[in-house]
């Protein structure tokens, strides 16, 4: 066996002078590619001589100049990024998988389970729409003599991305690539939704990088609260509300409560318009939970949105990431999401249906903001009945029908048809789904112990420096907010410095070619068979050592120690 182990050791010897040629005087490096001083685009790029990890792949969504970041060509070769892992479903978190697949990335996308489940509802979804946009601006540009316009991905590219992924729980340890151990954490964000905790190991020194992911509040209906974690060297922190607060849980829930009794009162129907996924199963949890306490009137719910039915069915089918009260509610036999008299309309006769019955009901439907879908349809036919209402509860952009109507417009436009508003209009603003400044700097107090490092990211620009001076001021943390396209490194020592800003169109050159990474990744199996001293049978051995010769010679050519 002595002779075997010196074999091997020979042709690990003959990988790690490769491996000599790119020693750095740095640890880590870090890339920001969105997220930075923007609320969407999230995607993070951590480079060690390991391999390149990618946090998150998110699309930029709202104003334009963002929306035109997602078809510009990709800052890094995604031939060079060897995973990603994800932090949760939202498509400012994972919108640009498909694009990644498309241009070359071949590793896996960790996920957890229910992360997965809904990214292939969401990313399939994603990919419609863009298909449709695309197509519509064709159309407008081929009509002002400008170019076509070709989708940032297709349905197609969607479906073939579906198949990378790797499920994985809550609290389980897992390594996406050698040298970089991961475990995820609740977030109490959406459901599957996570906190990343993630040790790179090099130079023989460990250092933990934890990224909050979007941090949900406590009291979350369903989903358990964000979890607790300690100790990091360094800390991607959100920072989307970094400069505001909300109002309480409790309190939204009550005032939903009397709104919608309030409406049904008068006789009149109540639109809620909700984001598919996450609002719409947190409403109606609230509804079930108005009818247990005896004060929801008898009248019919309907979930009026074919997205947010599939949603709702993903979610039932991840009891893993349920809290403790709806775990009691189901071995209660009570059904915690089904609300009576509830009714999921797929078809578009079953939706016009609805507005067709008189009296009073509860419709939720999307989209959250009213720009798009079956919403628009429900509040053409009641925004103008005195008797009717619609609630808000979640977040209206500017530019939005929602925002308008929000706003106190007494007429909207909606399907080429003036609406007069006389319906009563409630805007409910604590059902936040993120941290407010507060409860973040509370989170991020249980880091104090390890005085981290802080990257403030994921929040518009005031938002995040408002933020990163509520850490100096009241953690006396260091933090720091950075810029798209920014790459920083982390130096032996530990200490960060800006190394350079990728402009628009340039490509940032990732340390280390592709034959040279799957050398390291290779010695790094060399390594582990000697440690697990696996091979006893002389034949196996050999004939192991003889496949890992091949792989080295076919990717390099280079001869290895014999
Ligand atoms: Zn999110
Ligand atoms: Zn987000």
């Known amino acids: 066996m002595v002779v075997l182990a010196e074999k091997i050791r020979l042709c690990y010897d003959g990988l790690s002078n490769e491996r000599g040629k790119q020693k750095e005087d740095f640890l880590v490096r870090i890339t920001f590619l969105g997220g930075a001083r923007t609320v969407t685009g999230s995607s993070f790029l951590i480079s060690t001589s390991h391999g390149n990890l990618m946090v998150d792949c998110g699309m930029f969504q709202g104003r334009r100049d963002l929306v035109r970041r997602n078809y510009l060509e990709a800052m890094y070769d995604p031939r060079d990024v060897d995973a990603v892992v994800l932090t949760h479903a939202h498509i400012d978190h994972s919108g640009l998988i498909p694009k990644l697949v498309r241009e070359g990335f071949r590793g896996s996308i960790w996920a957890t389970k229910a992360t997965a489940d809904l990214c292939e509802l969401m990313l399939l979804d994603s990919a419609h729409i863009q298909e449709m946009e695309s197509e519509w601006m064709t159309k407008r540009n081929l009509r002002r003599g400008e170019e076509p316009v070709t989708p940032i991905y297709t349905v197609e590219d969607a479906k073939r991305c579906l198949g990378s992924f790797s499920r994985v729980y809550y609290d389980e340890e897992f390594e996406p690539i050698p040298g970089f151990r991961v475990i995820y954490r609740d977030a109490g964000h959406i459901i599957g939704s996570a906190i990343v905790e993630i040790w790179v190991t090099e130079e023989g020194t460990e250092k933990k990088i934890v990224f909050s992911g979007d941090l949900g ?279 960060v410095e800006s190394l350079s800003i990728t402009e628009p169109g340039e490509r940032i050159a990732l340390e280390g070619s592709r034959t040279e990474k799957d050398l390291f990744f290779i010695r790094d199996r060399i390594d582990r068979l000697l440690e697990e001293g696996a091979y006893t049978d002389e034949t196996a051995f050999y004939e192991r050592v003889r496949q890992i010769k091949k792989l080295v010679q076919d990717l390099k050519g280079v001869s290895v120690v014999e």
Not at 362 to 370: D, F, L, R
Not at 406 to 435: C, M, P, W
Not at 455 to 478: I, K, M, P, T, Y
């Open 217 to 495: 509040v406590a009291d979350q209906p369903i989903i358990r609260d964000p979890s607790v974690v300690t100790g990091a060297d360094y800390l991607f922190i959100e920072s989307t509300y970094g400069n505001r607060l909300h109002r309480t849980k409790e309190e939204s829930r009550d005032e939903f409560r009397e709104a919608i009794l309030e409406t049904t009162a008068r006789g009149g129907k109540v639109v809620i318009p909700s984001f598919a996924v996450g609002r719409t199963q947190e409403m109606l949890y609230y509804l079930g939970e108005f009818a247990r306490e005896g004060v929801l009137p008898d009248i019919p719910i309907y979930v009026d949105s074919p997205m947010a039915t599939s949603a709702t069915k993903i979610v039932k089918e991840n009891p893993q990431c349920f809290d403790s009260e709806t775990h009691a509610l189901l071995t209660a036999g009570k059904t915690p999401l089904t609300p009576p008299n509830l009714t999921f309309t797929r078809s578009t006769d079953e939706s016009i249906a609805i507005n067709r019955k008189p009296g009073p009901a509860v419709v939720i439907s999307a989209s959250g903001m009213c720009t798009a879908g079956r919403i628009k349809h429900h509040l053409r036919h009641n925004l103008w009945r005195p008797e009717a209402s619609v609630i808000f509860v979640g977040y209206q952009a500017e530019g939005t029908l929602g925002r308008l109507i929000v706003g106190g417009a007494e007429r909207v436009r909606i399907l080429g048809e003036d609406v007069q508003v006389n319906a009563k209009v409630y805007t409910i603003g604590g059902f936040s789904a993120h941290a407010d400044r507060n409860e973040l700097i509370a989170w991020a107090s249980h880091f104090r112990g390890s005085a981290p490092y802080c990257f403030v990211v994921h929040g518009e620009e005031r938002a995040s420096l408002a933020f990163r001076d509520a850490l100096e001021r009241e953690l006396n943390f260091q933090a720091y907010v950075p810029r798209w396209g920014e790459s920083v490194s982390v130096a032996l020592d530990g200490t």
